[in-house]
């Protein structure tokens, strides 16, 4: 079994920053790729950003050159850099694993229970 579990939301005000982690833990042979999502009350999800099992990193448009990902080297353990954060990214952040379970052809995708980042002065 698979879990994620993040931590390091908050309230923060705006203009501020905060660093979100999201740990990978249980029985598995690689992750091939983690990312965040996020989603404001009464609004769809968003992508945010991802990190890919070869280092390389994609962020949305909507949070480029203020949000960062990376991850730990065990590759286990994935972060959000957030910074400049606005009102409007109030929202719950979630983590996304893109997971194999063995070294078969499939994927499974796993989510975290989602972290809370309130951005309000």
């Known amino acids: 079994q698979v879990q994620l579990v993040e931590s390091g939301g908050g309230l923060v005000q705006p203009g501020g920053s905060l660093r979100l982690s999201c740990a990978v833990s249980g029985n598995f042979f690689t992750i091939n790729h983690m990312g965040w999502y996020r989603q404001a009350p009464g609004k769809e999800r968003e992508w945010v950003a991802r990190?890919?099992?070869?280092?390389?990193?994609s962020v949305a448009d909507s949070v480029k050159d203020r949000f960062t990902i990376s991850r730990d080297n065990a590759k286990t353990t994935a972060y959000l850099h957030m910074k400049y954060l606005k009102p409007e990214e109030t929202a719950v952040y979630l983590c996304?694993?893109?997971?194999?379970?063995?070294?078969?052809?499939?994927?499974?995708?796993?989510w975290g229970q989602g972290t809370q980042v309130t951005v309000s002065s």
């Open positions: 996304n694993a893109n997971v194999q379970p063995a070294p078969i052809p499939f994927r499974y995708d796993y």
């Open positions: 990190i890919n099992s070869d280092g390389t990193t």
